[in-house]
């Protein structure tokens, strides 16, 4: 049965407007995929090539000492948790475009852009919780923070990264799994009438190719604007 997305709230991670809007710079290849396959591709947290996302910031002696749990045995869990979850970055910002093609290595392709409220409702057909939220950049953990937290919830993870990723103030799609032996991504369905996006053409873009190619997919992508 389908599982709606959900948006995580203050405990876990940021929550932007609904009406917010977010990118998501995909090269053409990339582009092509989500419209042919009406699917979102999730990529497994420990193949990033940010080798702490998905790791505690700085303090988690101080949780361990708070919770009395065994460090090995937490650091194990937590390692463990990292190969199943997966996630799709987007992001609020709206005046860094030359530094996000490089990035996403977008070059060739196209910015996704879309409203938190109708990518949640894109997602409902899910048959598998996602949670939708922004990520909180911090450095470390601090006695207060465990103090009004008082256990480890695995979910938060994907949501907390260093600040000196600050500038890129992502928005997540999260989806984790029990699997013992996790595959290396996932993909979600997601309709794409219910997305309402709009496409932004990287300035370097074959235009021409681009239009040509979202002419061949308009049918299905009725809500597509270029």
Same mark, same amino acid.
């Given at each position: 049965?389908?599982?709606?997305?959900w948006?995580v709230?203050?405990w876990?991670?940021?929550?932007?407007?609904?009406?917010?809007?977010?990118?998501?710079?995909?090269?053409?290849?990339?582009l092509?995929?989500?419209?042919?396959t009406?699917?979102?591709?999730?990529?497994?947290l420990?193949?990033?090539?940010d080798?702490?996302?998905?790791r505690?910031?700085?303090?988690?002696?101080?949780?361990v000492?708070?919770?009395g749990v065994?460090?090995?045995?937490?650091?194990h869990?937590?390692?463990a948790?990292?190969?199943?979850?997966?996630?799709?970055?987007?992001?609020?910002?709206r005046?860094?475009?030359?530094?996000?093609?490089?990035?996403y290595?977008a070059?060739?392709? *196209? #910015?996704? @852009?879309?409203?938190?409220?109708?990518l949640i409702?894109? $997602?409902?057909s /899910? =048959?598998?919780?996602?949670?939708?939220?922004?990520?909180?950049?911090?450095?470390r953990?601090?006695?207060?923070w465990?103090?009004?937290?008082?256990?480890?919830?695995?979910?938060?993870?994907?949501?907390?990264?260093?600040?000196?990723?600050?500038?890129e103030?992502e928005v997540?799609?999260?989806?984790q799994?029990?699997?013992?032996?996790?595959?290396?991504?996932?993909?979600?369905?997601v309709?794409?009438?219910?997305?309402?996006v709009?496409i932004?053409?990287?300035? *370097? #873009?074959? @235009?021409?190719?681009?239009?040509?190619?979202?002419?061949? $997919?308009?049918? /299905? =992508?009725?809500?597509i604007?270029?």
């Amino acid at each position: 049965a389908p599982m709606p997305a959900w948006q995580v709230d203050a405990w876990i991670g940021n929550c932007p407007p609904l009406t917010g809007r977010v990118w998501r710079y995909l090269s053409l290849f990339k582009l092509e995929d989500l419209f042919r396959t009406s699917t979102l591709y999730l990529a497994r947290l420990d193949r990033q090539e940010d080798a702490d996302e998905g790791r505690w910031p700085f303090g988690v002696e101080d949780l361990v000492f708070t919770n009395g749990v065994d460090p090995e045995q937490l650091r194990h869990a937590l390692e463990a948790e990292r190969c199943r979850t997966y996630t799709s970055c987007w992001t609020l910002r709206r005046n860094v475009y030359d530094r996000m093609w490089e990035e996403y290595r977008a070059q060739d392709g *196209a #910015a996704v @852009v879309v409203q938190v409220g109708n990518l949640i409702s894109a $997602l409902s057909s /899910a =048959t598998e919780p996602l949670a939708v939220g922004g990520v909180v950049y911090r450095d470390r953990i601090d006695h207060e923070w465990v103090r009004r937290h008082h256990r480890v919830n695995t979910l938060v993870l994907p949501f907390q990264k260093r600040t000196q990723f600050s500038w890129e103030q992502e928005v997540r799609v999260v989806h984790q799994v029990t699997a013992d032996e996790p595959p290396e991504a996932v993909r979600v369905p997601v309709c794409l009438d219910d997305l309402q996006v709009r496409i932004m053409p990287s300035p *370097a #873009a074959d @235009v021409h190719l681009l239009a040509e190619l979202l002419g061949d $997919l308009a049918p /299905a =992508t009725s809500a597509i604007e270029i």
